[in-house]
């Protein structure tokens, strides 16, 4: 299974960027699909989430800005990022639960990172 991230960029403050997460390879299903982002020198953290039923979560400093979606048939979750800051610098990665077939066991994969970069 490999996740591919991408559509991050260089966007001028208020503006919009939207980042895809698409995952291929030996899948039965997937779960739940989580975006993180770390800005440098700073931890990792939870920016937003999705459950396999389309229940979404978000951090309080991206609630109202940012909206996370997915698409089942093409394996492939959106995090759309408007009103951009530049405290949302950062590299974007994307994180997914995925149900392999035969043994329908669920493991966690993780796609490269995105660089988003807001300017001022």
Known sequence: VQLQASG?????????LRLSCAASGNIFSINAVRWYRQAPGE????VASISSGGSTNYA????GRFSISRDNAKNTVYLQMNSLKPEDTAVYSCKAFVVVPRTLYE????GQGTLVTVSS
């Open 60 to 63: 309080d400093s991206v609630k």
């Open 8 to 16: 991050g960029g260089l966007v001028q403050a208020g503006g919009s």
């Open 107 to 110: 493991y966690s994969y993780w």
């Open 43 to 46: 931890q990792r953290e939870l």
